[in-house]
């Protein structure tokens, strides 16, 4: 396999796990199923998206730029994964209501801030990192919709709080469009990218 390879199966396999996720929650909620299950996969397959993105030619950032995308990724999960976590082991717990809680209040918008950040700004580092193309452009700005999309998926979700239930159709919702979208795009144009360079003719080397 040739390493310039290895960022964009990353990031097709993170896309599509982001498809999956989403298609898997919006059948959930249309059959009326509460499951926290997809959006589980969702927020790993969009950390990643993230991942491959930051740590792609690593060799190339600087030591301050190593150091703020690992902690920041590091951050960015444990935002994302703890309530799940609290979720499977003490959905009952008072601690569990404060969150939810916390989560309907404005404050809990400023924690999306650094994702976005983050998968803009390594979108940018990837993209510019070789020839610039659509297809690169798409593939990493994927994450950003899908990172925007969130922040604002949590707004609505906190300005109607009366229409967080089962049985209804999340697709209909623009937020949730959206996420599609930024993962759809990201997914297509990932393997797009794939099968272009894979046309590319090898390598000659010289031989002594």
Do not use: C, K
Request: no cysteine; aromatic share 10%.
């Amino acid at each position: 396999m040739r390493p310039a390879l290895r960022a964009e199966h990353g990031l097709l396999i993170g896309y599509l796990g982001g498809v999956a996720g989403t298609t898997w929650d919006w059948h959930e909620h249309y059959v009326g199923v509460g499951n926290q299950a997809p959006h589980v996969l969702i927020d790993l397959s969009a950390l990643l998206v993230v991942g491959v993105l930051g740590f792609s030619h690593w060799s190339r950032y600087s030591r301050t730029a190593r150091i703020t995308i690992y902690y920041l990724l590091v951050a960015i999960a444990l935002i994302a994964l703890a309530p799940y976590a609290l979720m499977l082991t003490i959905p009952h717990s008072q601690l569990m209501a404060n969150l939810v809680s916390w989560e309907m209040t404005r404050g809990a918008l400023l924690l999306e801030g650094p994702f976005v950040g983050l998968a803009a700004w390594v979108a940018w580092r990837w993209a510019e990192l070789s020839r610039v193309t659509v297809l690169r452009i798409v593939a990493a700005g994927g994450v950003v919709v899908v990172a925007a999309a969130s922040v604002w998926d949590l707004y609505w979700h906190q300005t109607h709080p009366m229409e967080l239930g089962t049985s209804m159709n999340m697709m209909t919702l623009p937020p949730h469009q959206l996420i599609m979208l930024g993962f759809a795009a990201g997914l297509i144009a990932s393997a797009a990218t794939l099968v272009a360079m894979s046309r590319l003719p090898e390598p000659t080397t010289n031989r002594a």
